[in-house]
Every structure is written in structure tokens, then in C-alpha cells.
């Protein structure tokens, strides 16, 4: 009888540990469970809070390249080296408002995870201002491309830019009748 009793409470002891095991392990997946839907709210609130900035840009709010949206040390990765800094990145951007009228700029797409954003866009516009130092030349450019973009604390910390350049200077510095336009449409594929 004392056999069966000890083997009685061994049972229950291996039970209780057993159940104390899925209870814990229960409470770790909604742990888990909410860092994700965390994780994709904050991601979710980047992405709003991203093509926002670019949209009221384009559209002339050039207040928006504040520490507001942008991390102090904000840096655009260029082919000609970093440009660093809320005031650098105001005077880099403000090419594409001084050099470009009848300005139609479209975020194709943008998605992300963690604190990274991959934005797909689409700039038109008219060169009729210096742009870079390259004078008006009155042409149209048509450009698609990609921005690999890194936030960090709900700011933008870091973009760089993919694009077609040789596209881009074909189109500021050829006549019409030269030019080759970057036709690439997600629709065409």
C-alpha cells in the first residue's frame, strides 16, 4: 500500500510539473505573440509616417525634413559620398524641388520589416532649374527606382537610393528625339 501511494503522489508530482510546463509555455507564446503584432504595428506606423513625409515634400512642405522625421544624424548614402545631417539633406533634396517643375512623384509601393522600408517610386518632371549643378535643359525625366531605407525610433535614420543614372542623364542632357525614356512599369511585367 505505501507503494502505491508513493507512485500515487510520483504520478501527481509528474502531473503538476507537466502541466506547470504547457502553463509557462502558454504564457511564453503570448509573449511572443504580442512582440510580433508589436513589431508590426510599429513597422506599420513607419511605413504611414514615411511615404507621409515624402508625399507633403513633394508637394512643397519642405518643413517635414525636420528631427521631427528625421534622426539628428540622418544620412543619404551617394555614389559621391554620405551626405550627413538634417541641413545637408535639406540643401541635397532641394535639387529635385529647384531643378524640376510640373513635378508628379509616386510611391509605387513600400513595405519593411523591423526597422528597415524598401519604398518603389516614380518621378516625372520638367528640368528647368540647375539640378545637381546640371543646367535646365528643359527636358522631361521619367525615372523609376528604389530606396533602401533604415528608421530608428520612428525616425529615418539612413536611405540610398537604386536607380537607373545613366537613364536619368540620357534624359537631362539629350534632345527629345534622342531620348530614352525608363518605361519600367510593375503593371508591364
Known amino acids: 500500500?505505501?507503494?502505491a501511494t508513493k507512485n500515487s503522489i510520483q504520478m501527481?508530482?509528474?502531473?503538476l510539473f507537466c502541466l506547470g510546463l504547457v502553463l509557462l509555455s502558454c504564457g511564453s507564446d503570448q509573449k511572443v505573440?504580442?512582440?510580433?503584432?508589436?513589431a508590426k504595428?510599429?513597422?506599420?506606423?513607419?511605413l504611414a509616417m514615411y511615404t507621409d513625409v515624402w508625399n507633403r515634400y513633394?508637394?512643397?512642405?519642405?518643413?517635414?525634413?525636420s528631427e521631427t522625421y528625421f534622426d539628428p544624424n540622418i544620412t543619404v548614402v551617394t555614389a559621391n559620398g554620405d551626405v550627413v545631417g538634417i541641413e545637408a539633406i535639406q540643401a541635397?533634396?532641394?535639387?529635385?524641388l529647384v531643378g524640376f517643375s510640373e513635378i508628379e512623384f509616386e510611391i509605387l509601393d513600400a513595405f519593411g520589416q523591423g526597422?528597415?522600408?524598401?519604398?518603389?517610386?516614380?518621378?516625372?518632371?520638367?528640368?528647368t532649374g540647375a539640378f545637381f549643378g546640371i543646367p535646365a535643359s528643359g527636358n522631361y525625366m521619367d525615372l523609376s527606382g528604389t530606396t533602401m531605407v533604415t528608421m530608428k525610433d520612428g525616425r529615418?535614420?539612413?536611405?540610398?537610393?537604386?536607380?537607373?543614372?545613366?537613364?536619368?542623364?540620357?534624359?537631362?542632357?539629350k534632345s527629345d528625339e534622342d531620348m530614352v525614356i525608363d518605361v519600367y512599369q510593375p503593371d508591364n511585367l
Open 12 to 15: 501527481k508530482n509528474i502531473l
Open 156 to 173: 529615418i535614420l539612413q536611405e540610398q537610393d537604386y536607380f537607373d543614372l545613366q537613364s536619368m542623364m540620357d534624359q537631362l542632357s
Open 33 to 38: 505573440e504580442k512582440e510580433v503584432v508589436d
Open 41 to 46: 504595428t510599429k513597422l506599420e506606423k513607419d
Open 1 to 3: 500500500m505505501i507503494n
Open 58 to 65: 513633394i508637394a512643397g512642405d519642405s518643413t517635414v525634413l
Open 115 to 127: 526597422d528597415r522600408i524598401v519604398k518603389h517610386w516614380h518621378f516625372k518632371g520638367k528640368h
Open 92 to 96: 541635397f533634396y532641394k535639387n529635385y
